[in-house]
């Protein structure tokens, strides 16, 4: 829930952020709640709650609600098998992409001078090189930015015609906020692609364009083969191939470059 406020905030009035501060702080009572009384509660309308759940892209009340259960519950699908936890994972990936508002982010990458990428771990990385395989085949060059150090040395080139791709897990950017923050008053274009899971994300804050996939960590009760519990990234790769499609059919002609 927190992720779509962040979304959608300038479309959000007063009324609507004190509705949504008191649903925030009560949660699991509000998900429970019909809309009439969860309207009560807040002193307004029936037709207010409304339309702040359709201010986040939810098309109904009963959309709202079943979003705000999954937040409330995020160990619900731990009960799951992988592979039932993954078609969850890959249908809410594929919802917070279809409600996503995609035809600016076609157009960066359309028109963009310079296309440049660069993950937080090597499982962004690898994401990346699969943005860069399937771009080339329609004409657009992703540039892959190895490292941090890459990243600072490459600030001065970029300006307000290129596109930056920044690939996070949590959206935690404490190691190049400084980047971003300068990225931004240079009024360079960034795409964050990050996971919905993480509250605070600092980095879909702070960059004009975001996309988001759901993921699941599995604990392991026996770690003697592994050093942490792992966490599942097939929808990172699912919403990489979703933006590349989305794209070549928003320019099914595939020509390259400024126009």
Request: aromatic letters at 12%; hydrophobic letters at 40%.
């Amino acid at each position: 829930m927190e992720m779509l406020i962040n979304k959608y905030y300038e479309q959000l009035n007063e009324n609507d952020l004190s509705t949504l501060h008191y649903i925030i702080e009560n949660k699991k009572k509000c998900s429970e709640l019909s809309i009439t009384d969860l309207a009560n509660s807040c002193n307004i309308s029936k037709s207010s709650v409304l339309r702040t759940a359709q201010k986040l892209g939810f098309s109904g009340f009963s959309e709202f609600k079943y979003s705000l259960k999954l937040d409330i519950d995020p160990e619900a699908g731990k009960s799951k098998s992988y592979f039932q936890q993954t078609m969850v994972n890959v249908r809410r990936t594929m919802d917070f992409f279809e409600k996503a508002d995609l035809l600016p982010i076609y157009e960066k990458i359309k028109f963009a001078d310079h296309i440049y990428a660069y993950g937080t771990g090597w499982a962004q990385r690898n994401a990346i090189a699969e943005l860069k395989r399937n771009f080339l085949n329609c004409g657009r060059m992703i540039n892959n930015i190895e490292a941090k150090r890459e990243l600072d040395m490459g600030i001065g080139f970029l300006n307000e015609r290129d596109l930056l791709i920044i690939i996070s897990l949590s959206g935690d950017i404490s190691d190049i906020i400084e980047a971003i923050r300068l990225l931004s008053v240079k009024k360079v274009p960034v795409l964050s692609i990050t996971n919905a899971n993480f509250d605070h994300n600092e980095l879909a804050s702070l960059v004009p364009y975001n996309l988001y996939y759901h993921s699941t960590m599995y604990p392991l009760k026996n770690k003697h083969q592994i050093k942490e519990d792992p966490i599942s990234l097939v929808t990172l790769s699912f919403l990489c191939e979703a933006l590349f499609f989305g794209y070549l059919f928003q320019y099914p002609d595939n020509k390259e470059g400024r126009e």
